[in-house]
């Protein structure tokens, strides 16, 4: 029965060693490792979760790289159309300045010929007039010297003004 | 596979042949002491074992042991001397006083008296350092030594994954905390943490060093009953002084129907009773299992001793069988160890966690039994308890 009977003893020196063993690990112990291993554990969790943020921000620079890349290809794409649609036009410009251009000076040139034409045509029909008005009065100056012919003229002329009243 | 299939072959042939060998040499003239000593005392050297004296033996030498002090308060005051001074029944004298170890015929056998007038008397206190409180005291060292390795990596190591024992210290800690404390306390874990985790490492310790059979190991610590009624009683102050008014009113009030408290207060004698019952389920489940598995490691050591008696052949037999038996025992002590422990912890935490229980959690669970089956996480610890080990 001796087994069964506790030895005042060692329960003496059991609640002391115990309340020892508790005192320091309970003051240098245990918070120590609780705040350490819960220190840990959100360490790790801040990591997982930052390495899954970079791993979003990658896949989605690399989306923005692609999307930015296929823009610039559009807009190169677009910048050649524009340039190529500009070049046919100034060409185009240019050309139609140039045909206008030509035309005015045509139509310039046609005008100063056409005046110079009407010119050249005055002064021809003034000289021809001169040269018909000296040769009529010559040949009338001929014709006249008597006074009966110049009396027929009236004579004739009067009748044709009464006939045409 | 095969290597396991050549060890055991090895063994049973062996286990055959060693039995055989000494039963060709049986012709020779036996070993004249064994017959002259007689029969094994074995309940001597069990409760020897088991029990607890002044001074530490050591392995192959019955006549000397580690001395340890002697504190005893005799008739006349305070005497400290070493146990060397009274082993092999001898007596010494302090001053006036008078001591001696206690024979077997005496009703205080293996203690430490004073002869008073030729009378063997218990002094008043005995607070000598016998080999149990030594071992106690190794046991603290070692236990502050681990957890301290811990603190100290945490300290210094800042957030570095600790390593080897560190490691493995921390594992077990943590294995307790997130496994044991923390589903069943919940908010109110780490209020408790620490005396659980303590009293587990305590108790794992002391385990695990009554299984090593020499210096500083060998004694029979967490199966004497002194230490875990102290380890009980602990459980029990703080099961109750930290108790919520709803825990007491649950005792001397309990919700069931009123014939069961008046006239005769049945339910609030039994909630009563309950309250001793929990501590005393607590000293005698671990300081019995690990009483019995030393016991049976011990008996099966002497079976070889009890069988000398019928010739070699016997001997060499049993003694192969025996130490086969003792080593899967001792194996088995190794697991008991550390599941006694834990279920000393869990116990215990699962009394707190009943004095720490407030109306509210008792609402929960009729809900969430009205609901499904599940268990809820407070109960599930709560089913390894109602099987004795």
Known sequence: MELFTPDFGLVFWMFVSFAILFFILWKWGWPVIMKGVSDRAD?????????????????HAREEADKYIADARRQQADMLREADRMKSQIIDEARSAAQSEAKKVMDAAKVSIEQERKQAEQQFRNEVS??????????????MKDEKAQEQLVSSLLDEMEKQN | MKRNIFTSLLLAIVAILLPLGAAASESHPADSTEEKSGAVDAQGIIFEHLGDRYGWEVPFNHHKSIPLPVIVWGSDGLHVFSSARVEHGATYRDGNAEFKVAG?????????????????VKPTIDISITKNVCGVF???????WAIMSVARWHRTQGMKGPRKMTGAVEFVILFIYDGVIKPTLKDKANKFAPYLLTVFFFILVMNLLGLIVIFPGGANLTGNIAVTLVLAIITFLITNIFATKHYWKEIFNPDVPWWL???????????????????????????????GGHMIVIVLTLLIFIFAAMGPAVTGAT????????????????????????????????FIALGQEDGHGEHKKDEAHGHDAA???????????TNPA
Do not use: C, H
């Open chain 2, 375 to 385: 268990a809820t996480p407070a109960e599930a610890p709560k089913a390894p308890a």
């Open chain 1, 130 to 143: 001169s040269f018909a008005l000296d040769i009529a009065q010559k040949v009338v100056r001929n014709q």
């Open chain 2, 261 to 291: 408290k008046w006239p005769l207060p049945i339910m609030p004698v039994i909630e009563i009773f309950g309250i001793f019952t929990k501590p005393a389920a607590l000293t005698v489940r671990l300081f019995a299992n690990m009483m």
């Open chain 2, 104 to 120: 077997k015929d005496s009703p205080y056998k293996g203690k430490v008296v004073e002869i008073i007038d030729g009378k063997e």
């Open chain 2, 319 to 350: 003694a192969v069988v025996s130490i086969i038996f003792s080593v899967f025992m001792l194996l088995i002590d190794v697991l008991v160890s550390f599941i006694q422990a834990y279920v000393f912890t869990m116990l215990s935490t699962l």
């Open chain 2, 138 to 144: 190794i046991a603290v060292l070692l236990v502050i």
């Open chain 1, 43 to 59: 360490l790790i969790d801040k990591g997982v979760e930052y390495a899954q943020n970079a791993k979003q921000q990658l896949d």
